[in-house]
């Protein structure tokens, strides 16, 4: 049974970090694309990063750019988020998922992954 388990999230301050980490379980996504996205109560699902299977092709939102950072273990099976200068718009729900095509490029749309994780909270607080 293939597993993406998301962890890390948590209450924070802005300005301040949280590095989410999502472990992927029952197949090997190493040659497959990983990606983040996360849903805030008043709005719907939300592109945020996005990683090739080797790590050298990766795409953030504009609205992350430059603050969150996609990277990938695969000899761990893993995926991380690394997110700095959080905001309070940066809270929502953030979701991990893989791909099970494989594809030059890493996708930036919710319809072209095929598994996904239980999501992990983001709360950040002024």
């Known amino acids: 049974q293939v597993q993406l388990v998301e962890s890390g999230g948590g209450l924070v301050q802005a300005g301040g970090s949280l590095r989410l980490s999502c472990a992927a379980s029952?197949?090997?996504?190493?040659?497959?694309?990983l990606a983040w996205f996360r849903r805030a109560p008043a709005t719907g699902r939300e592109f945020v990063a996005a990683?090739?299977?080797?790590?050298?092709?990766?795409y953030s939102a504009d609205s992350v750019k430059g603050r969150f950072t996609i990277y990938r273990d695969n000899a761990k099976s893993t995926v991380y988020l690394q997110m700095n200068s959080l905001e309070p718009e940066d809270t929502a729900v953030y979701y991990c998922?893989?791909?099970?095509?494989?594809?030059?490029?890493?996708?930036?749309?919710?319809?072209?992954?095929?598994?996904w994780g239980q999501g992990t909270q983001v709360t950040v607080s002024l």
């Open positions: 998922a893989a791909d099970l095509d494989f594809r030059s490029r890493p996708p930036t749309t919710a319809t072209a992954y095929d598994y």
């Open positions: 029952g197949r090997t996504f190493s040659n497959n694309a």
């Open positions: 990683i090739g299977w080797s790590g050298a092709t990766t």
